[in-house]
């Protein structure tokens, strides 16, 4: 009987110095530091870039495309490579609506991303569809005289 009463007056008093013991603060989460945003400039100068490789020249992804979807089999393997850069201007266009809200890269972003999985699937009909999609969807951007300006005629 001795000993329960020993044990637990040696519980109790642990409790007790335990009990005065300060309790130890939750661990604060550091901020994540705020992505920066990129300036006007170097956006501009992103999208004029993509925009020329993308578009312009005989060997450009537009013009890839558009050449191996009028064939009657396409070369789908080339067709997938090129539309890569369709969507890395996409992946572009995102930053471009902080500078421009009146245009928006949606559609551009969807098409692209159309035409990608078309190009995987072998579909030449979705492909194509997807294809002049994305062509239209320029106009959203550019018929505000958006950072490339009017449309134009490449001479």
Known sequence: MPRIVTAIALFCAAMLVASTLPAEEPKKETPKKAEKQPDEKSVRKDIAKLMKQTHRGEKSPHVRIEAELKKETPDWDQVAKEA?????MGKAFKNLGIYYPYTSPKNYITHAAALSKAAGDKDKKSATEAFTALNKSCVSCHSYGGPGGILKPVK
């Open 84 to 88: 890569k850069a369709f969507d890395e």
